[in-house]
């Protein structure tokens, strides 16, 4: 606005104030990239496609919106990509996408009650005016549980959540408008925000797998380097988030740069932290504690194949690990208990074997979200507060609400407790009564640092039953 009125006040234009007001009219280039070209969320695809053939047709007139899914949750460690979910599944379906945040609501204004509601209904009516947006609300947890407020500002919390509720409430009557709700703590939110109706889908985006981390890297690399060339060096980055991938992409781009070539595998390494060689003392232990896993997955009958791999250096506090152990497990759409504990099994196996072989327990099992214990506790939890597994059938609380973080109740804390040591217990069992076993694949291991072990690998015996 600064220049054209500066040009206007000269009373000509000359050809560069031309190009200036020019510049400033043309609507920005859109560097949003859509799904459709984005690497990673192979979780999500199946139903960001069926939804992009319904707002097709509800665009053509072929469908009703109340019969598209109009909400859905995001939740993920940092750094997974829900930001950029949420602006790429905007750009795939044709839609506007109107961005917002839980903090921004609680900031609009001077922070009162009055304000904050006046914020919520504003991006509620800016994404029904763009009549086809995604309404994209970050922070979500920060909304609130109206059965865990106890912060002594009741009646604040209580009028907010009421007021997302009444918002999303009327989705189906919001002509256009796809809901997408992002959090890193989805057990955080009242369950009433989550049912049938409101954010009824809840998609979860976890770390990259294997095969993303290459694809994500070269993506960000403009395809300058295929992904298949960038394994050697991806493959080890096991706790990467997108959002590392992506940093690490950037800071070999700008080393090329400097150097006035074109980007190298070697920038990539180059950008990588300084890795220390593992000592024989560090190998040894992390071969046991996966070699751990390998041996009660085979000998519980729940994988057809295990992975194991182990690292020849290492980088302290970063995200490579010194090894990792990978399953391919029996296909079986119902899990039963059996299954479900022998999971648990498995994820304590590598600390059952650091305690039996070498009478001590490192931080390798714990520690991070997605960690053994993590997941182990998450299943547990799950048996216990969803499932009936435990000595109670009472139903506490949705599964997909309980991931590595969850905290359950005083009243299923014991629960998961006692799951968790009983089959602590059967595995350290397995690997006592296999030791020979073990002491096999160690030496392989070692020797090695991979090898892959199918079912009829082991001289398994028989699997112990279920402990009582």
């Not at 080393?255 to 300084?274: F, N, Y």
Request: proline letters at 4%.
């Amino acid at each position: 606005m600064e220049v054209i009125e500066a040009a206007v006040g000269r009373r000509h234009l000359d050809a560069a104030s031309l190009r200036q007001i020019k510049a400033l009219l043309q609507k920005p280039e859109d560097i949003t990239p859509s799904l459709d070209e984005l690497p990673g969320y192979s979780g999500q695809r199946a139903w960001v496609e069926g939804l992009k053939r319904d707002v097709a047709d509800w665009k053509a007139g072929k469908l009703a919106w109340q019969d598209v899914d109009r909400g859905a949750l995001i939740s993920g460690p940092p750094g997974t990509g829900k930001t950029l979910f949420a602006k790429a599944l905007a750009k795939t379906l044709g839609l506007k996408l109107v961005a917002t945040s839980v903090g921004e609501w609680q900031s609009a204004g001077t922070g009162h009650l009055g304000d904050m509601v006046r914020s919520m209904r504003a991006s509620f009516e800016a994404a029904k005016a763009a009549k086809g947006a995604v309404l994209f609300v970050d922070e979500l947890d920060s909304i609130g549980d109206r059965g865990n407020i106890n912060s002594g500002y009741d009646y604040y919390e209580m009028m907010v959540v009421n007021t997302f509720l009444d918002l999303t409430a009327g989705a189906a009557e919001i002509e256009g408008v796809i809901i997408l709700g992002a959090t890193n703590h989805p057990y955080r939110i009242d369950p009433a925000i989550l049912r049938a109706g409101r954010l009824e889908k809840h998609l979860r985006l976890d770390l990259p797998t294997r095969e993303e981390r290459a694809e994500i890297v070269s993506f960000h690399l403009n395809g300058r380097i295929p992904p298949s060339d960038l394994r050697g060096v991806t493959d080890g980055l096991v706790k990467a988030t997108a959002a590392d991938l992506e940093w690490l992409a950037r800071q070999a781009r700008r080393r090329a740069r400097a150097r006035g070539e074109p980007v190298t595998v070697a920038d990539i390494e180059a950008e990588l932290p300084a890795r220390t060689p593992m000592p024989d003392s560090m190998t040894y232990k992390v071969a046991v504690h996966e070699a751990g896993h390998a041996l009660v997955a085979l000998h519980t009958g729940v994988v057809e194949e295990v992975t194991v791999e182990i690292e020849s250096s290492y980088v302290e506090n970063g995200v490579v690990e010194g090894g990792r152990t990978s399953y391919r497990f029996i296909h079986d759409d119902l899990l039963g208990e059996q299954i479900m504990s022998a999971r648990i099994r498995v994820c304590l196996a590598g600390m059952a074997a650091e305690e039996t072989v070498l009478g001590d327990r490192s931080t390798g099992a714990g520690g991070t979200a997605g960690s053994d214990l993590a997941e182990a506790t998450a299943i547990a939890t799950r048996m216990a507060a969803s499932y009936g597994m435990g000595r109670s059938l009472r139903f506490v609380t949705p599964a997909a609400q309980i991931d590595g973080s969850y905290k359950a109740g005083a009243d299923v804390s014991p629960e998961v407790d006692r799951i968790l040591a009983r089959e602590y217990v059967a595995a350290k069992d397995v690997i006592e009564s296999n030791s020979y076993l073990l002491e096999g694949l160690v030496a392989r291991l070692i020797v090695e640092r991979s090898l892959t072990v199918g079912r009829d690998g082991l001289d398994r015996g028989p699997a112990p039953p279920l402990p009582a």
